[in-house]
């Protein structure tokens, strides 16, 4: 049953129509020529606007809310919200709606950079809990419960009045590392404080035994998935779920009102609810498929010199609570003993080898398996790391590295200034947001007040939050992951050399 995807094809399949109304296209009469050729006509045929038959988003009766209801249903979700926006609306909806200004959000200093912009939009004050760092890895890991517990200790002690509006974690992080959630919702339970998780790259862990049990199935109670990452919708489409009791349903709906587009394409629609159909009845073998592949993957990679896979092995071993768990289907390789960036990395793959990773970083690169994952893709990864630790193509040219006099990233200072940036907080981010502010250069920045939100992208972490003081750590870091060639976004001046701070801040 696929009661939006059956609708949309009726509506396209209709002959005859004169169609007076949005997209100007016209059921492809229109189309752009370049992109039919691309794509044909059946995107723009499928490509209509709020008809009665289709139903409205914001005020679902017909099939967009039997496919939300199907969703909630085979999620474990009491109700379900399709998302147009990316999980990243539906972060900021989440905190919206558990959060009104002047509440605390206690959330996870390594959440996504929608949760910072959340705090802009809704005014809430943050009380940062720090995830576990992988000081050899370079990575940030999960949450430990007890540090939750030791943060709503610490908000009553400053303040018994203090309205706590929600805790926010990532689980899994972009790495594949999932917190243990069932702890963590237990306490904020017994604060009275929903719990919301960003499970953007767990919308798979529903559908197979291996996987860690899902947010849901550990008592969250907002969970936000980007159902098109591991399983198949489209781009850009993701679905929020709510369980409990908890959580202001109304006002949920209000706020994802206003965060999304009035003109919600159904063809991302209709991809939530053609992936959610396929993953309740094909999904388990298609990632038992992928479970092995990625296993092999592992195997192999493993047997190269110089080459090592993160695993919860190596986590645990380091005496961390921060970490249950890791997605067998993500593959974290580091390059220390390589002696290359994983932006290097990223280039030879790409370039020589067609191989395309998910997420490169100084040092290391990771790797998404999916349901679309085959056996030559896997044969093709491996085959590129013997070359690549063979020392085949050290003098392959680098076209990212934007300085050439860049250090190693093994000798990169700072390189925890995750850890070091969640200093004091001077202003809440809406306050230094909407600051009068000033750019000067980066030297006399350090240990001003931030009013712009810069991150690496991907994984989407901040470094520097409008209304923290900025430190040298963190900049140092930003510099390095730009001249290596990284991405860096939200920064009003992308070569690093200035910042925006808050002019009359202290």
């Given at each position: 049953?696929?009661?939006?995807?059956?609708?949309?094809?009726?509506?396209?399949?209709?002959?005859?129509?004169?169609?007076?109304?949005?997209?100007?296209?016209?059921?492809?009469?229109?189309?752009?020529?370049?992109?039919?050729?691309?794509?044909?006509?059946?995107?723009?045929?499928?490509?209509?606007?709020?008809?009665?038959?289709?139903?409205?988003?914001?005020?679902?009766?017909?099939?967009?809310?039997?496919?939300?209801?199907?969703?909630?249903?085979?999620?474990?979700?009491?109700?379900?919200?399709?998302?147009?926006?990316?999980?990243?609306?539906?972060?900021?909806?989440?905190?919206?709606?558990?959060?009104?200004?002047?509440?605390?959000?206690?959330?996870?200093?390594?959440?996504?950079?929608?949760?910072?912009?959340?705090?802009?939009?809704?005014?809430?004050?943050?009380?940062?809990?720090?995830?576990?760092?992988?000081?050899?890895?370079?990575?940030?890991?999960?949450?430990?419960?007890?540090?939750?517990?030791?943060?709503?200790?610490?908000?009553?002690?400053?303040?018994?009045?203090?309205?706590?509006?929600?805790?926010?974690?990532?689980?899994?992080?972009?790495?594949?590392?999932?917190?243990?959630?069932?702890?963590?919702?237990?306490?904020?339970?017994?604060?009275?404080?929903?719990?919301?998780?960003?499970?953007?790259?767990?919308?798979?862990?529903?559908?197979?035994?291996?996987?860690?049990?899902?947010?849901?199935?550990?008592?969250?109670?907002?969970?936000?998935?980007?159902?098109?990452?591991?399983?198949?919708?489209?781009?850009?489409?993701?679905?929020?779920?709510?369980?409990?009791?908890?959580?202001?349903?109304?006002?949920?709906?209000?706020?994802?009102?206003?965060?999304?587009?009035?003109?919600?394409?159904?063809?991302?629609?209709?991809?939530?609810?053609?992936?959610?159909?396929?993953?309740?009845?094909?999904?388990?073998?298609?990632?038992?498929?992928?479970?092995?592949?990625?296993?092999?993957?592992?195997?192999?990679?493993?047997?190269?010199?110089?080459?090592?896979?993160?695993?919860?092995?190596?986590i645990q071993d380091k005496g961390s609570n921060c970490a249950k768990s890791v997605d067998p289907l993500r593959i974290t390789v580091s390059l220390r003993e390589i002696g290359l960036s994983g932006f290097e990395v990223d280039d030879i793959l790409r370039l020589k080898y067609q191989v395309i990773a998910e997420l490169p970083s100084l040092q290391s690169i990771t790797?998404?398996?999916?349901?679309?994952?085959?056996?030559?893709?896997?044969?093709?990864?491996?085959?590129?790391?013997?070359?690549?630790?063979?020392?085949?193509?050290?003098?392959?040219?680098?076209?990212?590295?934007?300085?050439?006099?860049?250090?190693?990233?093994?000798?990169?200072?700072?390189?925890?200034?995750?850890?070091?940036?969640?200093?004091?907080?001077?202003?809440?981010?809406?306050?230094?947001?909407?600051?009068?502010?000033?750019?000067?250069?980066?030297?006399?920045?350090?240990?001003?007040?931030?009013?712009?939100?810069?991150?690496?992208?991907?994984?989407?972490?901040?470094?520097?939050?409008?209304?923290?003081?900025?430190?040298?750590?963190?900049?140092?870091?930003?510099?390095?992951?730009?001249?290596?060639?990284?991405?860096?976004?939200?920064?009003?001046?992308?070569?690093?050399?200035?910042?925006?701070?808050?002019?009359?801040?202290?």
């Amino acid at each position: 049953m696929v009661p939006l995807v059956d609708t949309l094809a009726a509506c396209a399949s209709q002959e005859g129509v004169a169609s007076f109304h949005f997209p100007g296209h016209r059921r492809g009469n229109a189309a752009p020529p370049s992109l039919a050729r691309l794509l044909g006509l059946a995107p723009f045929t499928h490509d209509l606007p709020e008809l009665p038959e289709l139903d409205n988003l914001f005020a679902p009766e017909g099939v967009i809310s039997q496919a939300q209801s199907c969703a909630a249903s085979v999620f474990g979700a009491d109700s379900t919200f399709f998302l147009v926006n990316g999980s990243t609306c539906g972060i900021q909806a989440a905190i919206m709606a558990t959060c009104p200004p002047g509440h605390t959000l206690i959330l996870a200093r390594n959440c996504h950079f929608s949760a910072f912009s959340g705090l802009v939009l809704s005014g809430a004050k943050p009380l940062y809990v720090m995830p576990g760092y992988d000081l050899e890895w370079d990575i940030a890991h999960g949450i430990d419960p007890e540090d939750v517990e030791k943060a709503f200790v610490d908000v009553r002690r400053q303040d018994e009045h203090a309205k706590i509006g929600a805790l926010l974690i990532t689980s899994p992080t972009y790495h594949g590392v999932s917190s243990d959630v069932k702890r963590i919702a237990d306490i904020c339970h017994k604060y009275g404080v929903p719990l919301i998780v960003d499970e953007a790259h767990g919308a798979h862990f529903q559908f197979h035994d291996e996987f860690p049990k899902s947010a849901l199935q550990q008592d969250a109670d907002i969970v936000i998935q980007s159902t098109h990452k591991v399983l198949s919708s489209l781009t850009q489409s993701a679905m929020l779920h709510v369980r409990g009791n908890m959580i202001d349903s109304a006002l949920l709906r209000k706020c994802l009102q206003t965060l999304q587009s009035s003109s919600p394409n159904y063809l991302l629609l209709a991809s939530l609810d053609a992936s959610r159909e396929h993953a309740s009845t094909s999904a388990r073998a298609a990632l038992s498929t992928a479970l092995q592949l990625a296993e092999e993957a592992r195997k192999l990679l493993v047997q190269i010199k110089g080459v090592e896979v993160l695993s919860i092995k190596d986590i645990q071993d380091k005496g961390s609570n921060c970490a249950k768990s890791v997605d067998p289907l993500r593959i974290t390789v580091s390059l220390r003993e390589i002696g290359l960036s994983g932006f290097e990395v990223d280039d030879i793959l790409r370039l020589k080898y067609q191989v395309i990773a998910e997420l490169p970083s100084l040092q290391s690169i990771t790797f998404a398996v999916s349901l679309g994952t085959t056996h030559d893709d896997i044969n093709s990864l491996v085959a590129a790391f013997r070359a690549i630790a063979k020392g085949e193509l050290l003098g392959f040219p680098n076209t990212r590295r934007k300085k050439q006099d860049n250090p190693s990233p093994s000798f990169v200072p700072g390189m925890d200034a995750l850890s070091i940036s969640m200093q004091s907080r001077i202003l809440t981010p809406r306050e230094a947001y909407f600051a009068a502010s000033e750019r000067i250069h980066a030297e006399a920045a350090c240990g001003r007040v931030c009013s712009e939100l810069v991150c690496p992208y991907p994984p989407g972490i901040p470094l520097l939050v409008p209304g923290e003081r900025i430190c040298r750590e963190a900049v140092d870091v930003l510099k390095a992951i730009y001249g290596h060639g990284g991405y860096v976004t939200g920064a009003s001046d992308n070569s690093m050399e200035t910042f925006l701070v808050c002019k009359d801040a202290p």
